[in-house]
């Protein structure tokens, strides 16, 4: 065997090897911190519903959506799946929990017929389970099965009806919009993103730190930050990982759709940016891909697309998450975030060692989000009006 074909091998294993580990942390590094719950419901109420004077508001209807599937307000939707979560942790079938345990009030959205309702919705039978294309990756999003022989609704995990929770309004309003044959609602959510962005650097930046970049005949970065010592291009994606690679055997087509859709395009578009940048600026220019999806192991993707990330160390892939950090350490506290500048100014040095940006946090010990706390504590306002229909 030659050693360009053995290379060629070796290289075609090592990236399905990466991949599948891809997949395998997607799906269990969440289960092992159910803090994103939290963080992950409040980001997407905010984005969907809550944040004032987004530009691009008017493209989806939340609320619509809502009151067409299930009839309620927003609000009162978020508080039947709380219930529902609830009544999981009591009785695996929680249609079988005492009526008393829940509707205790005249008045109450908490009634039996809306419970009933959310976890038909929210349910598939065997048949359903066996024959659809997401094998058991469809539980994620029907996280109840309806037994064959009794008719009765069982949850599968709790874990799964977790992330129901978290993820349930935003699964909820894009598949209405899915069901509907049309990509509105990616094109959509993908301006609110951007729209995000905007609020963060609004509330954490002066005006002179940040801008959002001019769209030109070629396609390049949404936004450029100026931190002194450095300055970051910005390239959101607001594209989700399918759920068939969130698997402990992933689809490894999506994920070469994923890299080459998602990651390789935000690279092309981030050097359009750097090009007309480079040598007007004093101070070195880091590329930021910024992902949406909530990954606990962006450094697997760098390490699967290292004809990226090796060969060009200014180039990072950052989670939504830790850019509200980093905005966050901005505005309050600026010795925390000149620790941070300093291990990026480092890791792209000609002889340092390329880190990726969650490491950076980690050896630094930053862990909390406090963004999401305060003002922007949607969940603890959810739970009021949950108790305010429980009592």
Known sequence: MSYALFGALFLHFYLDETSVVLGMTAEQFQYQNLWWIYEKFNRDYYILLAGKNFEHRSKIDTNAAVKEVFGCSVDDYIAILLMIFWLCSQHPDPLSAPESLYCRKENTILTTENITKFIGYYSCDYKELREDSLGKQLLYSKPFIKTQRYGVYLAVSMYLVSMMVGNGLYWLVRDYYFKQGTQKFVNAFGLLFEDYIK??????????????????????????????????????????LKLDVKQQVPNLKSVKTFFDHTISEAYAQLNSSYEQLNGKVDVPVIKIILLYDEFSNAAIIELSKSEIFEKDPLCFVMTIRELEMLLYLHHNDKIKEKQILNRLLDSIKLDGLHKNIGAIYEELSIHENPHLDGKMDYFSKMMKHFENNLQ
Not at 211 to 230: E, H, M, Q
Request: hydrophobic residues 40%; aromatic residues 12%; proline residues 2%.
């Open 199 to 240: 609020d963060l650097a609004m509330n954490y930046c002066e005006p002179t730190e940040w801008s959002v970049l001019s769209t030109g005949s070629k396609k390049g970065a949404d936004f450029l930050f100026d931190f002194g010592v450095l300055q970051i291009l910005v390239e959101s994606k607001s594209s989700l």
